[in-house]
């Protein structure tokens, strides 16, 4: 059964401050998915990973992809009050394989940024 | 841009009552789902359906549960039986085909009291 994990689960910053979120994964993929949820609201993609070394950057969010070592990062640089929400990556198996599409995701990472 | 929709955003069901879920896949989408969050917990897998029928499930996804696509643009989730511990936000999310990217509703919030 692929396990998804992530840490920290709980992660409170200093505006302007950089973090890093890490997501570990079980089995082989080389797809990767990082998702923002606001409080009381859905999903939100923020960044797809299809490859080893995969990097992706949205203003002062970075994913990367390593799947060698199975491990993804999310990496907040000058950590701003707009960013508190609740980070996820979540998984697809390797293609080939019998999974239809079926998404498994780590914990969550509630991300408060204060001032 | 194309969105999954869902309605209704909330429901109150009581204990015992059958509640249905609706969702609008994203027209060119193949592959459905539903997913389920607890309240304050991770996102659950809940079945994938593919060519009118299911593909995968989870072990959650028992005989309480049943999934239809009625129409040409609907997708549907039924639960049978409410019990309180069915009360979560219940989201839907479409692909165009298994291995890319999902795409989720705003999600509906069951709430079994």
């Known amino acids: 059964e692929l396990k998804v994990e992530q840490n920290p689960l709980f992660l409170s910053m200093q505006e302007g401050k950089n973090y890093t979120i890490y997501c570990n994964y079980s089995?082989?993929?080389?797809?990767l998915y990082w998702y923002r949820q606001d409080p009381g609201k859905s999903l939100e993609s923020l960044f797809v990973?299809?490859?080893?070394?995969a990097v992706k950057q949205e203003g002062r969010l970075m994913a990367s992809l390593d799947t060698k070592a199975r491990l993804s990062t999310l990496h907040i640089t000058a950590a701003v009050h707009d960013l508190s929400a609740t980070y996820f990556c979540a998984v697809l198996p390797n293609a080939g394989g019998t999974s239809y599409g079926k998404l498994t995701f780590g914990q969550g990472t509630i991300l408060t940024v204060h001032p | 841009e194309p969105e999954v929709t869902q309605t209704p955003s909330h429901q109150v069901t009581q204990m015992g009552q059958e509640v249905i879920l609706r969702c609008v896949p994203i027209?060119?989408?193949?592959?459905f789902y539903w997913y389920r969050q607890i309240l304050g917990q991770k996102v659950e897998f809940l079945v994938s359906f593919y060519n009118n029928e299911i593909s995968e499930k989870s072990e959650i996804f028992d005989d309480q549960f049943s999934v239809e696509r009625p129409d040409g643009s609907n997708f549907t989730l039924k639960i049978r039986s409410t019990k309180l511990e069915d009360s979560a936000m219940y989201f839907c999310?479409?692909?165009?085909?298994?291995?890319?990217?999902?795409?989720f509703g705003q999600g509906t919030r069951l709430t079994v009291v």
């Open positions: 990973l299809l490859s080893n070394g």
């Open positions: 089995t082989t993929s080389d797809r």
């Open positions: 027209s060119n989408h193949l592959y």
């Open positions: 999310a479409s692909s165009k085909d298994r291995h890319t990217e999902a795409f």
